[in-house]
């Protein structure tokens, strides 16, 4: 700290230089003494509770606080000064409060024990969740919308890990390849891939690694009961928070059917174009 600095601060009002430190703090800032009484309130609790300073100051800091918190706070404050179990002093958890309107609001709260000349004090830091908490039911509601997605899609989706392990296996998965998720998750998935198949499937998971997407591969695939079926399948990389890829993810189409209806449409053209020539040399 240089020597202008320092003499900045000597030269400054302490109670000045308070206002303004606890007028800019973003966390609400709140100040009681032994009975509960609200002895300080700054700015950005007057924006997150609504209550302006002249109506919370000098009242019971319960008023901030919803049932079931409202009616047991003093009994916290009792318990303390006797006993001196802190349930949250100097320690600080997630709670509610309650603003002016009536709407009650997640928040962390912090509380340290201070004295104020010979007077013990609590001061309590506020940190609004509302966003956070918000953000999170949004992300949790699209888990919970992807996932039914998952589990009523009739498509075969799965996912897997880079050594080939199953982490994830929908109920088409188990209706057409007739392992259960049990019996598939945790373990490779190496056992509905044909031996003629491993280096594919190993190459799959070389380009996954690698970040690299694949889509609508026509390939085979084995079955519990020993049955070899045709799939079209997509496989995408799996990402954790810093992008690193982690897994991959696959869904596949059984189209087994869908090329031997192909296949016999197929034959019975060549079969049609056969007699067509024959007639065509007959009437010659």
């Not at 409202?70 to 006797?82: A, P, Q, V, W």
């Not at 179990?85 to 709670?95: C, K, L, N, T």
């Not at 197929?266 to 079969?271: D, I």
Request: contains cysteine; charged residues 25%; aromatic residues 6%.
């Amino acid at each position: 700290m240089t020597g202008n600095t320092q003499d900045l601060f000597v030269l400054a009002d302490r109670g000045t230089l308070f206002d303004v430190l606890t007028s800019m703090a973003a966390d609400g800032i709140i100040v009681i003494d032994k009975k509960a009484k609200v002895l300080f309130y700054n700015e950005a609790c007057r924006k997150l509770f609504q209550y302006a300073p002249q109506e919370i100051l000098s009242h019971n800091v319960n008023m901030l606080m919803p049932e079931p918190y409202r009616s047991e706070h003093d009994s916290y404050i009792d318990r303390y000064r006797n006993t001196g179990d802190a349930r949250i002093i100097g320690i600080g958890r997630e709670v509610k409060g309650r603003r002016k309107d009536g709407t009650v609001f997640p928040m962390y709260l912090s509380v340290g024990e201070g004295v104020i000349g010979e007077e013990g004090v609590f001061v309590g830091i506020v940190h609004d969740l509302t966003d956070i908490r918000a953000e999170e039911e949004r992300r949790a509601q699209a888990d919970r919308h992807l996932a039914q997605i998952v589990e009523s899609s009739d498509d075969i989706i799965l996912s897997k890990s880079l050594d080939g392990t199953v982490r994830t296996w929908n109920p088409a998965a188990e209706r057409i390849f007739g392992y259960t998720a049990a019996e598939m998750v945790g373990h490779p998935i190496w056992r509905i891939i044909p031996p003629d198949r491993h280096a594919e499937e190993a190459e799959f998971l070389q380009k996954v690694s690698a970040g690299e997407s694949i889509h609508h591969y026509e390939t085979t695939r084995l079955c519990k009961d020993g049955r070899e079926i045709t799939v079209s399948l997509s496989a995408s990389p799996i990402r954790d928070g810093t992008g690193t890829v982690i897994g991959a993810s696959k869904i596949a189409r059984d189209v087994t059917e869908q090329r031997q209806i192909e296949q016999r449409a197929g034959k019975l053209q060549a079969e049609l174009a056969h007699v067509a020539r024959i007639n065509a040399v007959s009437q010659l």
